[in-house]
């Protein structure tokens, strides 16, 4: 079992920064890959960006280099930076962990979620 419990959301103006966290507890942190997705009133869980076990990196095409991913793995905790906030970038902000490096842009891959985090951006 594995939990997780997100932080940092909050409410930001267009085009500012925020950096939300996510600290796992439970089973070895370095086994699982780790995900953000986040999911808007009324539409699906959306893929944000993920970081593998491995090391390797995805991020939505959507982004356009606006949000980093990165992990560490002494504190069991993964980052989410975003930078260059939009009014469309609104949701609950979501960390997830799967036992694999494989399919990390689906949210079928991951066993364990976050409760979320809230990022508002309004003016």
């Known amino acids: 079992q594995v939990q997780l419990v997100e932080s940092g959301g909050g409410l930001v103006q267009p085009g500012g920064s925020l950096s939300v966290s996510c600290v796992a507890s439970g089973r070895t942190f370095t086994g699982y890959s780790m995900g953000w997705f986040r999911q808007a009133p009324g539409r699906e869980r959306d893929f944000v960006a993920a970081?593998?076990?491995?090391?390797?990196?995805y991020y939505a095409e959507f982004l356009k280099g606006r949000f980093t991913i990165s992990r560490d793995n002494a504190k069991n905790t993964v980052y989410l930076q975003m930078n260059n906030l939009e009014p469309e970038d609104t949701a609950v902000y979501y960390c997830?962990?799967?036992?694999?490096?494989?399919?990390?842009?689906?949210?079928?891959?991951?066993?364990?979620w976050g409760q979320g985090t809230q990022v508002t951006v309004s003016s």
């Open positions: 997830a962990a799967a036992p694999t490096n494989w399919g990390l842009t689906n949210r079928r891959a991951y066993t364990y």
């Open positions: 970081i593998a076990w491995s090391g390797n990196i």
